[in-house]
């Protein structure tokens, strides 16, 4: 973190801290910190423990009279060979829904090759972490692009099952479900067919990192921080 940055941080939580109600930071704080100064969220998680929750910490231990939010972190979660089960995690949703999620999700689990003749972009810094040889100088559609292999948002059209339709649509991007709502169910509005199709996924992920195999909480922090990889090496 340059000195610049550092400085942004403490008077962003001087001020965070002085906002009525605010008695934590939430890891969407923090992200959003992360993002707006284009660093990984587990750096400035780590900077702040150590520079500021510390040294109130010790000014508390002292006597000191601190006041301010302290910082929420999650545990790291366990790497998908941990013991997730897709069924198990999404035992909730309704039987056939649940089998065709499954079905959906370990097609896309299915390693491709880097000849397979789907790959559209193969230049760019950002390289698919699977290995299937997808690259892209574009962070949105590198991002979208992992989420091929491991979807984090699903979407069944709700029309087309309640319709009878043994084989409703399903995709993990909304763009393509808007999509298909339009073309498909034009006299509804597209937007309101994506909502009422949303389904309760319960995803999982490999949670660490490919390349120095730090462990994460969530797929977004993961994802800033294999990026951060990627932009440092081009630098």
């Known amino acids: 973190i340059t000195k610049k940055q550092k400085k942004f941080i403490r008077n962003w939580y001087k001020n965070h801290a002085t906002v009525q109600g605010n008695q934590f930071l939430t890891r969407e704080d923090v992200s959003a910190l992360a993002t707006l100064l284009r660093i990984p969220v587990h750096t400035v998680v780590e900077w702040m423990n150590r520079k500021i929750f510390n040294q109130m910490s010790t000014a508390t231990a002292s006597g000191t009279n601190v006041h301010g939010p302290s910082l929420l972190t999650e545990g790291p979660r366990l790497p998908s060979d941990a013991g997730y089960s897709l069924r198990q995690a999404n035992s909730h949703l309704a039987a056939d829904v649940l089998d065709q999620v499954d079905k959906y999700v370990t097609a896309c689990q299915r390693r491709r090759t880097p000849t397979d003749g789907r790959r559209k972009v ?84 490999n949670a660490k990192c490919h390349l120095c195999a730090e462990v994460f909480s969530s797929w977004d922090d993961k994802c800033q921080h294999v990026i951060y990889h990627y932009d440092t090496a081009a630098e």
């Open 122 to 205: 193969n230049a760019g810094r950002y390289k698919c972490t699977f290995g299937c040889g997808y690259r892209t100088s574009r962070v949105y559609d590198w991002k979208r692009h992992e989420e091929t292999h491991q979807p984090q948002n699903l979407w069944l059209c709700h029309i087309c099952r309640q319709s009878g339709n043994h084989a409703p649509f399903l995709v993990n991007r909304n763009d393509k479900f808007l999509k298909h709502a339009k073309d498909v169910h034009g006299d509804m509005k597209p937007d309101e067919v994506l909502e009422i199709s949303k389904v309760d996924f319960r995803a999982d992920f």
